[in-house]
């Protein structure tokens, strides 16, 4: 071994080198990292570690019969969202609506001199329609502003003082590619949906301190590191987060890597070009190891649960109503080629079948326009309606296909609110895992955090067994969606590898960079619904320990 950086080696256990390779999964007992690189396996690096003695430049790890894993990655977050939400009430442990209206209240008891209650994410499911009234806040926030993200963050519930804030009346006409939910009489219920609730975030709500902003991003990786995650994809970046990023990474406050995904406004995108390019370069230019910022992300539609997601044929519920897309074909067409031509990678978020379709038809335009096309490796994120006939044009377009697997499960807002809305003709048309992977194309795994749980264990096991890991005697839903466990791991690894634009991460061969998570148990040998309840023991990120457990 040479001396010219730290050697770590891991024994006596099971490492997970690949879990889904062309042969099936690959697995060693021992790993040696030098530096950032994996440089040996099996006997290799027994035989390093055997001749460890006392040398102060090689650690010898017992993986005490775990498993070393490659490190996780998050295809699909909003960690700066996730970390301020610790700022505000904790609505999100609320079991029902009085739950919600007793935190916001006692948050009030312990801040009496806050201008503003900010917080989230509440439940939709604890009103009918997904539908907040401002006067139900108003019993416990009085003439405080107040307002509340739900779950999808794509909502928002804020109380009367906050619409007061806002201007918003029975006159304030709806804005562009947003809702005012409003009473028979015209006046505002007190619910605000997609831009109505975005743009009243951005221009009303006063902004978080940047050291408030600081501590919620380092709380955030901090917490993803301490699960084995490596990677990040905010999925949700506005011009003011730049600075914030540049200034972590500066003050060493990033405890995973995080890509950073510039959000195209339809408004401006024009502009955004060269703004997006400049700020690809500032962050090039800082050139630091856990901070990238080579994306662009589009919003194309909103959520099946508010109405807002485009669909191709009206909701089951709302006959003449096929949501709010907030791109037309045509200019996204425009806006795709020119962000791809200037060498972005794009990241579209696609929840409706109509969405879905408009995206792929939007990326197979910029490959015909010959820009960076395959080499930027595109993404749609989410794919919760996919028409099965589109399901074969990610493979044949090399599209990355963004699941959040946790979503693929029948549980209350899919049995209240999603499957209602859509009718039950297309229920079967929801997160085709099983059948886009079928089709060749690359599949990875996010979470959508704080939208629900940042942590892949629960969301691995749904993948596999398309019910929650609490219920398992529970039935599958649409079990022909199932991916097996080496698949449903790759997806986290490889498969977030090839998202994450590194050829050499994503698996423990000899050379890739050293990304590693130690956990209690093999994943892919134990029953699927025993995943959720494996311990993190200590992750590894390009060599260097960014989270150690109880275990050493």
């Known amino acids: 071994m040479s001396e010219a950086s730290h050697a ?67 295809g699909h977050a909003h960690p700066l969202l996730g970390g301020i939400e610790a700022l505000g009430p904790r609505v999100r442990e609320a079991a029902d609506l009085a739950g919600i209206l007793a935190a916001v209240a006692e ?51 804020v ?12 006159e304030t006409p709806d804005p562009e590619l947003g809702r005012i939910v409003r009473r028979d009489d015209g006046s505002p219920l007190g619910t605000l949906q997609e831009a109505a609730a975005n743009n009243f975030i951005a221009d009303v709500v006063p902004a978080f301190t940047l050291d408030d902003r ?43 890597r995080v890509n950073l995904a510039f959000r195209a406004d339809p408004a401006r995108w024009r502009e955004q070009v060269a703004e997006f390019t400049a700020a690809r370069e500032s962050v090039r230019d800082l050139a630091h190891p856990r901070l990238s910022g080579e994306t662009v992300k589009f919003f194309l539609d909103g959520v099946i649960e508010s109405h807002t997601a485009a669909l191709i044929e009206p909701y089951a519920d709302r006959p003449t109503d096929r949501g709010l ?27 409706g079948d109509a969405a879905n379709r408009s995206a792929l038809d939007a990326l197979e335009s910029a490959r015909a326009a010959g820009g960076s096309g395959a080499d930027s490796h595109h993404v749609i ?58 089709s060749g194309a690359t599949v990875t795994f996010g979470s959508d955090w704080p939208v629900t749980t940042r942590d892949w264990r629960p969301a691995l096991s749904t993948a596999i067994t398309r019910h929650s890991h609490t219920e398992p005697g529970a039935d599958a839903w649409l079990p022909d969606e199932r991916v097996d466990a080496g698949t449903a791991l790759a997806a986290y690894t490889a498969g977030i590898a090839r998202q994450a634009l590194a050829t050499d991460r994503g698996t423990l061969a000899v050379g890739m960079v050293a990304d590693a998570v130690w956990l209690s148990a093999n994943p892919l040998a134990i029953a699927p619904e025993a995943i959720a309840d494996l311990t993190v023991h200590g992750t590894w990120l390009a060599g260097e320990p960014t989270f150690h457990g109880d275990a050493h």
């Open 8 to 74: 770590t080696v891991f024994v006596n256990g099971t490492v997970i080198v690949d879990p889904a390779s062309a042969s099936g999964a690959v697995t060693s007992e021992a790993v040696a990292f030098q530096g950032d690189r994996v440089v040996a396996l099996g006997s290799e690096a027994q035989a390093i570690a055997a001749g460890a003695g006392s040398d102060p430049a090689l650690t010898v790890i017992d993986l005490a019969s775990g498993t070393l894993a490659p490190g996780i990655g998050d």
């Open 214 to 256: 600081l501590d919620a991003i380092e709380r955030a990786t901090r917490g993803y590191a301490e699960q084995g995650t490596t990677w990040i994809q905010d999925a949700w970046v506005e011009a003011a987060d730049l600075a914030l990023y540049l200034e972590a990474a500066k003050q060493h406050r990033l405890h995973t």
């Open 159 to 170: 109380n009367s003082a906050a619409l007061a804030a806002g201007g918003i009346t029975a």
């Open 381 to 438: 994120a989410h794919v919760a309606l996919l028409d099965p006939a589109d399901v074969d044009r990610f493979a044949e377009l090399d599209i990355i296909a963004n699941f959040e697997p946790y979503w693929a499960q029948c549980d209350a807002v899919m049995r209240d609110l999603t499957i209602p809305h859509l009718g039950h003709s297309r229920e079967g048309w929801q997160y085709l895992i099983g059948s886009v992977h079928r």
């Open 107 to 157: 948050w009030k008891a312990a801040h009496p001199d806050a201008e503003w209650i900010v917080g989230a994410s509440y439940d939709a499911t604890f009103a009918e329609g997904g539908l907040f009234d401002a006067r139900w806040l108003d019993e416990v926030t009085g003439d405080t502003p107040t307002i509340l993200r739900a779950w999808d963050y794509h909502t928002a519930w």
């Open 325 to 351: 897309p907030n791109w037309s074909d045509v200019e996204l067409g425009e806006a795709v080629r020119a962000f791809d031509a200037a060498g972005f990678q794009l990241h579209l978020h696609a929840i």
